[in-house]
């Protein structure tokens, strides 16, 4: 890549021929027999959905915000005649059929990244690759800033105003099921909560990924859209489990193959991913990106702390350590796999509305059931002896990852 020593790229030289939505294009590459047309897919990137293709733009139809993103592609490639440069990791990286290249354009008296450029004007969702994942850093921290700014796609009230734009929504993401996600679909979630007054009806409204996982029901939408009956009350909370299930009032269920959400890595790929809720008109109403790389400092940091008692009774225990009540909705405990930083043997998402007071302190019991839970007291269902004697650690943490306090002891660190 321009101005780093690694990775080490492969580069191409091509013309473009066509622009076919905000994350595709077709071109000639340099070398290529004449009339030989490849199809890019635009690596790290998922721009909103084109369904009416065309060279011009007045002719393009499609979700909210995929015209704009083809546009600004056609007007990029525009500006550089048509000219482009494509690089890959591996050469041979395809998807769908489709070569999967970074873009570049000469701008401005030099090249730059088509698809960064999108993310700057939050045009495209950000998609982690794990074969191509020299931008995935950059990439997740572009569309951070963007969400943080409300720009393009996460401006809540960009394709026009309602239903309910003045109720505030949270989403939290539990991306890393105990064990192996493919395992325990359902242990993998995404929690929608609404912090408004009034209940918010989610009929026609859609839930996706980065990931294009379109709905086998019209219209067809990119991930997983409510069903009528679908209420969230004031204060509540709703799922959408990965799996399949019974729904209930407040759990739904996706019932996907295999795990939706990219797990965050440790290994220097920089994986994560996202969820975003979107209103029937295509709206992006709420959304989370995982691992923060921006802005990462969360309220609980310095008032609460963590601790754990690995003997028998075992337990962990979460205290306010401040002077004003904590709410650990949004937060998760995770036991640590010894020796393996980033590795996690099992966690614990608190409920809506777990709420410690000044001095008080909330146990966590590995053994016994959640039918017996307390305000203060809460039972994890686990096997007899979940806590290591020699070792450990436990940590708390939001579901964007940022660590709000960690304990070890004996030979565990965090």
Same mark, same amino acid.
């Given at each position: 890549m321009p101005g780093t020593g690694a990775p080490a790229c492969t580069w191409w030289n091509a013309k473009r021929t066509f622009v076919a939505d905000g994350d595709t294009i077709r071109v000639h590459i340099a070398g290529d027999r004449p009339g030989r047309i490849a199809t890019i897919r635009f690596t790290g990137i998922n721009a909103m959905e084109l369904h009416r293709y065309s060279a011009r733009s007045s002719r393009r139809r499609g979700d909210c915000h995929? +015209? /704009? %993103?083809?546009? =600004?592609?056609?007007? #990029? =490639?525009?500006?550089?005649? *048509?000219?482009?440069? =494509? %690089?890959? $990791?591996?050469?041979?990286?395809?998807?769908?059929?489709?070569?999967?290249?970074?873009?570049? +354009?000469?701008?401005? *008296?030099?090249? $730059?990244?088509v698809a960064r450029l999108e993310l700057q004007a939050g045009l495209a969702l950000w998609l982690p690759n794990a074969v191509e994942h020299a931008h995935n850093a950059d990439y997740s921290a572009l569309s951070q800033a963007a969400a943080a700014a409300h720009l393009g796609l996460y401006a809540p009230s960009s394709c026009g105003a309602g239903p309910d734009d003045d @109720?505030? #929504? %949270?989403v939290d993401v539990n991306w890393d099921a105990d064990g192996a996600d493919g395992a325990d679909l359902n242990g993998e979630w995404v929690q929608i909560r609404n912090l408004g007054a009034r209940p918010l009806a989610l009929a026609g409204w859609w839930l996706r990924d980065s990931w294009l996982r379109v709905s086998p029901q019209p219209p067809h939408r990119p991930g997983y859209e409510f069903p009528a009956p679908a209420v969230i009350p004031p204060g509540g909370a709703v799922r959408v489990h990965s799996g399949c299930g019974a729904d209930d009032a407040s759990a739904f269920h996706w019932c996907q193959k295999g795990g939706v959400f990219d797990n965050a890595s440790t290994d220097g790929r920089h994986m994560g991913d996202g969820a975003y809720l979107f209103d029937p008109q295509g709206d992006l109403r709420a959304s989370e990106i995982y691992p923060c790389l921006v802005a990462c400092q969360d309220p609980l940091q310095g008032k609460v702390r963590i601790a754990a008692h690995p003997t028998t009774p075992e337990s962990i225990s979460v205290s306010n350590a401040g002077t004003e009540p904590v709410d650990l909705t949004g937060h998760v405990v995770k036991l640590h796999l010894r020796h393996r930083p980033g590795r996690f043997i099992f966690s614990?998402?608190?409920?809506?509305?777990? +709420? @410690? %007071?000044?001095? $008080?302190?909330? /146990?966590? #019991?590995?053994q016994g059931s959640p039918a017996a839970d307390e305000p203060l007291v809460k039972h994890l269902a686990r096997r007899p002896y979940a806590l290591a004697d020699t070792g450990g650690a436990v940590s708390l943490r939001s579901f964007t990852d940022v660590v709000v306090d960690c304990y070890a002891w004996g030979d565990g660190g965090c």
């Open positions: 995929s +015209v /704009e %993103a083809a546009a =600004l592609v056609d007007s #990029l =490639l525009e500006r550089a005649h *048509g000219r482009v440069r =494509l %690089a890959a $990791q591996d050469p041979s990286s395809v998807t769908g059929g489709r070569l999967r290249r970074s873009v570049w +354009v000469r701008s401005g *008296g030099r090249w $730059q990244d @109720i505030p #929504l %949270a614990y998402a608190f409920p809506v509305g777990s +709420v @410690i %007071a000044p001095g $008080q302190t909330m /146990e966590l #019991l590995p």
